[in-house]
């Protein structure tokens, strides 16, 4: 079973591009977390949110609780935009399989 | 600060083995989670302890022992390795239970198991 569904696995861009990845999930929340993860491995939290959307420069991220969906897009993509990005919901946190960014300059 | 760490960051065990990956974080958190990461897959939650004195198995606990032994500190014992234990390992903390708070991570530890 797969509670947090991410989509699209891979995705490769241009430098410049506006970039969207998405989550569908199963489970009921509080709030659902984006997060990334690079190449080196290290994961840290990008957003946490619960209603609406949220903006952190290039990083936009938005939820529709109803939908139970959640988007992240990238615009003015980088190459060091480049990162696994995964999506978490979940008391103890279900994730998904993480979508694979790649920013070719 | 230095958030949670986590040691060794790599190790190569024997199968039959037994090792314990260590975990501390300095945020004065009360939630700590064990998660392993594998190829296409998401990662998936070993055990957590959602405050000091406490630990609850999660999706994945066979094979695995855990030990809360202070609020900072949080660790993971395989006391018999096996191959099916290869894989990358992170330990989270978080001030609460529950997904209304940020998750902070370590930086992982790569086990293989021959």
């Known amino acids: 079973k797969n509670e947090v569904e991410q989509s699209p696995q891979n995705l490769t861009a241009q430098e410049g591009e506006f970039i969207t990845i998405n989550c569908s999930y199963s489970?009921?929340?509080?709030?659902l977390h984006w997060l990334q993860q690079h190449p080196g491995g290290g994961i840290v939290s990008l957003f946490m949110?619960?209603?609406g959307k949220k903006k952190h420069g290039r990083l936009i991220a938005t939820i529709n609780i109803q939908e139970k969906h959640s988007s992240l897009h990238i615009t003015a993509s980088h190459p060091r935009d480049s990162a696994v990005y995964i999506c978490?919901?979940?008391?103890?946190?279900?994730f998904g399989t993480g979508t694979s960014l790649t920013v070719i300059p | 600060n230095a958030g949670v760490t986590q040691t060794p960051k790599f190790q190569v065990l024997k199968t039959g083995q037994s090792m314990t990956l260590q975990c501390a974080q300095d945020?004065?958190?009360?939630?700590m989670y064990w998660y392993r990461q594998d190829p296409g897959m998401g990662l998936r939650l070993i055990y957590y302890?959602?405050?000091?004195?406490?630990?609850d198995k999660g999706e994945v606990p066979n094979g695995y022992n855990v030990s809360r032994l202070n609020k900072r500190e949080f660790s993971l014992r395989l006391e018999s390795a096996a191959p099916s234990q290869t894989s990358v390992y992170f330990c989270?903390?978080?001030?609460?239970?529950?997904?209304?708070?940020?998750?902070?991570f370590g930086e992982g530890s790569r086990l293989t198991v021959l």
């Open positions: 989270a903390s978080s001030e609460s239970l529950g997904d209304t708070g940020e998750l902070f």
């Open positions: 978490a919901v979940g008391n103890q946190f279900y």
């Open positions: 302890s959602a405050s000091e004195g406490t630990t």
């Open positions: 489970v009921g929340i509080s709030a």
């Open positions: 945020m004065n958190h009360n939630s």
């Open positions: 949110l619960s209603s």
